[in-house]
């Protein structure tokens, strides 16, 4: 057996060992240069992504055209005064969103709603609100209605600039017993007169009819001088006489019309009969349910109520504000008999908002009886509101 001396062994494995690396250090450096090459190649797709990627975010939001903004400026100078929306800045909220007030670098106060967030249905729900609301607001110019300033549609955020209105809600407003007792008689119908300007305009002054769904004492604001401001546009929806206008129920609970809970059908007399519901409250000063109710019962029964039952109008007004006198007192009537005619349970037989205007802007008729005599049933008389 013959025996191979240890030192040639050894030569004999280092051989094969350089043979071995020899192999693997190329296949290994070949692997590393494909892994590089790869990487850099994943790399350099994501960068380009991201950058097509921002300029369709950036079609999406931001865009502040209206009255000349520019709309990056805009949009940071607005997350800036509002600490990215703090809570501290919040001055009320809507069914869309939460309202901030925001001071610009400008000077000029502006309010800024936000549209609420759903982590499931912003896109089917909030964003087609938001786009509602836009289209309504561009075209609209008016004494009575909120004017929009810009807007900006965003993954991140949604929200719509709005003139900032002094006041606040009439709602708010009501509810508070001092400022109620300024808003007398005189300001409460022109508070009335400005509503159904608005709503006559945006009803009869398009080529199209703007049917805003959503009148109540929270989307009516008041300035300084106790003008009314109508706002949240956020059901609107722009009536094509073509169309059926079959849609999903909105609005404020107590200012619906009756009719939308089995036609689902919109038109311009939803509107109307909100009004009528708002008219009224503005007059008691709460909300009108037991009231509107009565005027209901009136209506179904065609026998008169007995002495006992008789309800005086200056015992249904709002008490914290002596009886109205002269003028004031004949225009109350006036325009408490309209809104009655507003309550109409068929709603084809509810005045347009046109005739509403100009009823309200006619000379009131003289009293048949002194104020604090007229009962409540006198104003279910028959109003006439032709143009």
Same mark, same amino acid.
Request: glycine share 8%.
């Given at each position: 057996?013959?025996?191979?001396?240890?030192?040639?062994?050894?030569?004999?494995?280092?051989?094969?060992?350089?043979?071995?690396?020899?192999?693997?250090?190329?296949?290994? &450096?070949?692997?590393?240069?494909?892994?590089?090459?790869?990487?850099?190649?994943?790399?350099?797709?994501?960068?380009? $992504?991201?950058?097509?990627?921002?300029?369709?975010?950036?079609? $999406?939001?931001?865009?502040?055209?209206?009255?000349?903004?520019?709309?990056?400026?805009?949009?940071?100078?607005?997350?800036?005064?509002?600490?990215?929306?703090?809570?501290?800045?919040?001055?009320?909220?809507?069914?869309?969103?939460?309202?901030?007030?925001?001071? =610009?670098?400008?000077?000029?106060?502006?309010?800024?709603?936000?549209?609420?967030?759903?982590?499931?249905?912003? #896109?089917?729900?909030?964003?087609?609100?938001?786009?509602?609301?836009? @289209?309504?607001?561009?075209?609209?110019? !008016?004494?009575?209605?909120?004017?929009?300033?810009?807007?900006?549609? !965003?993954?991140?955020?949604?929200?719509?600039?709005?003139?900032?209105?002094?006041? %606040?809600? =009439?709602? @708010?407003?009501?509810?508070?017993?001092?400022?109620?007792?300024? =808003?007398?008689?005189?300001?409460?119908?022109?508070?009335?007169?400005?509503?159904?300007?608005?709503?006559?305009?945006? !009803? !009869?002054? #398009?080529? $199209?009819?703007?049917?805003?769904?959503?009148?109540?004492?929270?989307?009516?604001?008041?300035?300084?001088?106790?003008?009314?401001?109508?706002?949240?546009?956020?059901?609107?929806?722009?009536?094509?006489?073509?169309?059926?206008?079959?849609?999903?129920?909105?609005?404020?609970?107590?200012?619906?019309?009756?009719?939308?809970?089995?036609?689902?059908?919109?038109?311009?007399?939803?509107?109307?009969?909100?009004?009528? *519901?708002?008219?009224?409250?503005?007059?008691? %000063?709460? #909300?009108? &349910?037991?009231?509107?109710?009565?005027?209901?019962?009136?209506?179904?029964?065609?026998?008169?109520?007995?002495?006992?039952?008789?309800?005086?109008?200056?015992?249904?007004?709002?008490?914290?504000?002596?009886?109205? *006198?002269?003028?004031?007192?004949?225009? =109350?009537?006036?325009? @408490?008999?309209?809104? *009655?005619?507003?309550?109409?349970?068929?709603?084809?037989?509810?005045?347009?908002?046109?005739?509403?205007?100009?009823?309200?802007?006619?000379?009131?008729?003289?009293?048949?009886?002194?104020?604090?005599?007229?009962?409540?049933?006198?104003?279910?008389?028959?109003?006439?509101?032709?143009?």
């Amino acid at each position: 057996m013959a025996c191979v001396p240890s030192f040639l062994a050894n030569h004999g494995h280092g051989k094969r060992t350089k043979v071995i690396i020899s192999v693997m250090l190329p296949l290994f &450096g070949g692997l590393l240069l494909l892994f590089l090459l790869v990487g850099s190649f994943f790399t350099f797709y994501k960068k380009t $992504q991201t950058k097509e990627s921002e300029p369709r975010e950036e079609q $999406q939001g931001d865009i502040f055209t209206v009255l000349g903004f520019n709309g990056r400026v805009l949009h940071d100078n607005i997350i800036e005064a509002t600490e990215d929306f703090s809570s501290d800045y919040c001055i009320g909220s809507g069914g869309y969103g939460s309202v901030y007030k925001a001071a =610009l670098p400008t000077g000029q106060v502006v309010a800024v709603k936000k549209l609420y967030r759903s982590e499931d249905n912003i #896109h089917i729900n909030n964003l087609k609100a938001f786009e509602s609301e836009v @289209m309504a607001l561009l075209e609209i110019r !008016h004494r009575n209605i909120v004017q929009m300033y810009g807007f900006c549609s !965003h993954p991140k955020h949604s929200f719509l600039v709005y003139e900032l209105v002094e006041r %606040g809600s =009439l709602r @708010m407003v009501l509810s508070n017993n001092e400022q109620a007792k300024e =808003l007398d008689w005189k300001k409460r119908v022109n508070v009335v007169k400005g509503l159904a300007n608005a709503l006559s305009y945006m !009803h !009869h002054g #398009h080529s $199209q009819p703007i049917v805003h769904r959503d009148i109540s004492s929270n989307n009516v604001l008041l300035d300084l001088d106790y003008e009314a401001r109508v706002s949240d546009f956020g059901t609107a929806r722009i009536l094509k006489p073509d169309s059926s206008n079959w849609t999903s129920l909105a609005g404020t609970y107590g200012y619906i019309a009756p009719e939308l809970a089995y036609t689902m059908r919109v038109d311009e007399k939803c509107d109307v009969y909100s009004f009528g *519901v708002l008219t009224v409250e503005v007059c008691m %000063g709460r #909300h009108a &349910g037991d009231l509107i109710s009565y005027f209901s019962s009136l209506e179904s029964t065609s026998s008169l109520m007995s002495n006992d039952q008789q309800v005086l109008l200056k015992d249904t007004i709002d008490q914290r504000l002596a009886p109205p *006198v002269g003028q004031s007192a004949k225009d =109350l009537v006036s325009t @408490m008999k309209i809104a *009655v005619a507003c309550l109409n349970g068929n709603p084809q037989l509810r005045p347009t908002m046109q005739q509403v205007s100009q009823a309200l802007g006619r000379q009131s008729l003289p009293l048949p009886s002194p104020f604090n005599s007229i009962q409540l049933e006198e104003v279910l008389g028959e109003v006439v509101c032709n143009g």
